[in-house]
């Protein structure tokens, strides 16, 4: 009896020590596994950032980000050409000043039957839980209590192109930005597709004749 007191002396003794280190803190522990094994995680070689930063791999491919494709349809599989020709980055205090830089923002994707069935898919995706199938502001989210704007008011038909461009790009109010989930080009396409649920499209002769043939 006395060996099984002095067992439970001992482990409670060794509980109380761990205990008490763990309850002050790392360095105390850190400081016993210097004591067992010569070493601390305290010190250590690391490097600054950008401190002897490696060259490419020979053979890589330099990566340019998918927003910004050199041409519509085209993957992204290095640096976009004729960059000076997509939108300087922008900020949401901008969109809210009606910047010119937005307001200003011309469409460069015609809208045709093919950009209207794109604009249709990525609406579908990224739009429609909000803005409702239709656009009216009916979206499944609403259910939960989210608010969500018509698409169709007269106001939104007013909208100049690069400002719903620009919504879609950082985002406004409740909408959050969707710049890094839809790409460049499909931005654009969106922009036609929303112009055709307001019903404000401009004919398109080239659609047309190929709708017809």
Not at 10 to 15: E, I, K
Not at 155 to 172: N, S
């Amino acid at each position: 009896m006395a060996e099984g007191r002095r067992g439970k002396r001992l482990r409670g003794w060794l509980a109380g020590f761990l205990v008490a280190l763990t309850a002050a803190g790392c360095h105390p522990m850190d400081d016993l596994l210097v004591t067992i094994f010569g070493r601390s995680m305290r010190e250590q070689p690391s490097l600054d950032p950008y401190d002897q930063p490696l060259l490419p791999a020979e053979g890589t491919v330099p990566f340019a980000a998918g927003n910004f494709p050199p041409a519509d349809g085209v993957v992204q599989l290095g640096q976009a050409e004729s960059a000076a020709e997509f939108p300087a980055p922008v900020q949401p205090i901008q969109l809210l000043q009606q910047a010119p830089e937005i307001m200003e923002l011309q469409n460069p994707v015609e809208p045709t039957a093919g950009s209207l069935a794109r604009g249709e898919e990525m609406f579908n995706r990224a739009c429609s839980p909000c803005h409702g199938a239709g656009g009216l502001g009916d979206g499944p989210v609403t259910e939960a209590g989210m608010l969500s704007f018509s698409l169709l008011t007269d106001e939104a038909q007013e909208y100049p192109d690069g400002y719903i461009y620009t919504i879609i790009r950082v985002g406004r109010g409740a909408m959050p930005a969707l710049g890094h989930q839809v790409a460049h080009f499909d931005r654009w396409h969106l922009v036609n597709y929303v112009r055709e649920l307001q019903g404000v499209t401009p004919a398109d002769p080239t659609a047309q004749d190929a709708e017809d043939r």
